[in-house]
């Protein structure tokens, strides 16, 4: 059974820092690009950032680089997204996506809410 669990969201005050964690199972995770997707209310989903399935390759939405950094474990099934200098305008809900070709996956989101 294939499964994506997101933890590490919750409250945090303007410029404050959370790290997003993934742990993937059910399916070949080191062969699979993975991605955060974010959902704010109201809004469309859009893509926060990616990373190659060796790690090698980042990419960053550009209201994020510089402050977010996705990195991910292939020993422990586990992708990560560092958020540094959080805005209000990051508050969403962020899910994981894992991609191979035709086969995607998704997690059911963590909410995270930047706030004072």
């Known amino acids: 059974q294939v499964q994506l669990v997101e933890s590490g969201g919750g409250l945090v005050q303007p410029g404050g820092s959370l790290r997003l964690s993934c742990a993937a199972s059910g399916f070949a995770f080191s062969q699979y690009t993975m991605s955060w997707y974010r959902r704010a209310s109201g809004k469309e989903r859009e893509l926060v950032a990616t990373i190659s399935s060796t790690g090698g390759r980042t990419n960053y939405l550009d209201s994020v680089k510089g402050r977010f950094t996705i990195s991910r474990d292939n020993a422990k099934n586990t992708v990560y997204l560092q958020m540094n200098t959080l805005k209000n305008e990051d508050t969403a809900v962020y899910y994981c996506?894992?991609?191979?070709?035709?086969?995607?996956?998704w997690g059911q989101g963590t909410q995270v809410t930047v706030s004072s």
């Open positions: 996506y894992a991609q191979l070709i035709a086969a995607y996956y």
